[in-house]
């Protein structure tokens, strides 16, 4: 039972993921259109109805957080994807498709895992060939995500400041996407 709770929350969280793919966490760093912006990050308009998704889906994955929280993780998300792509950091098909069939094996494993998740792609009018073909963008973004972790760390690790520091590269890591959220322009 606890196995399956595990699943059905990350795969809840990849549904919001997907959804906030869908509000502005672009790829290709597109601009949306301001119109109907929940708020806008770095120039980057987040629409209204795709972030109270996001909003909806994060609260059923997790019902003790509060929307302020919410906003902060989908602002940090944004903001670590954008530094991503400003690197240039990408992922390859074959990473996406690899990543992305690791994630539906350890769904079809659980039946009731599967059973919530397929309801779920059914109450929104996807089959779940749609459903796995949309989760191919969360999964490229949780690829070029971890290569940002990974080059930020190892830039840590082979510079002066780890021989004195008294913090891990993780704690550094964090360190620096908290930088780069206190100096994002985030327009309400």
Do not use: H, W
């Amino acid at each position: 039972m606890k196995r399956t709770k595990r699943i059905i929350c990350c795969l809840v969280l990849v549904c919001a993921a997907a959804a906030a793919v869908t509000a502005g966490v672009r790829i290709a760093g597109d601009k949306a259109d301001t119109g109907n912006a929940a708020f806008s990050i770095n120039g980057e308009a987040v629409p209204r109805e795709d972030f109270d998704t996001y909003l909806t889906l994060m609260k059923q994955a997790d019902p003790e957080l509060e929307d302020s929280e919410i906003k902060d993780r989908y602002i940090r998300l944004c903001v670590t994807v954008q530094e991503a792509e400003r690197r240039g950091l990408s992922a390859s098909e074959d990473e996406i498709d690899e990543l992305n069939a690791g994630r539906f094996a350890l769904l079809e494993e659980d039946g009731e895992a599967y059973r919530i998740i397929k309801d779920y792609a059914d109450s929104r009018g996807l089959t779940m060939d749609e459903y796995i073909e949309m989760s191919r963008t969360v999964s490229e973004q949780a690829l070029i995500t971890d290569k940002l972790k990974e080059a930020v760390e190892e830039e840590f690790l082979s510079s002066r400041e780890a021989e004195d520091a008294e913090m891990t590269a993780e704690e550094y890591y964090d360190r620096y996407i908290d930088g780069l959220v206190s100096q994002a322009d985030i327009e309400e």
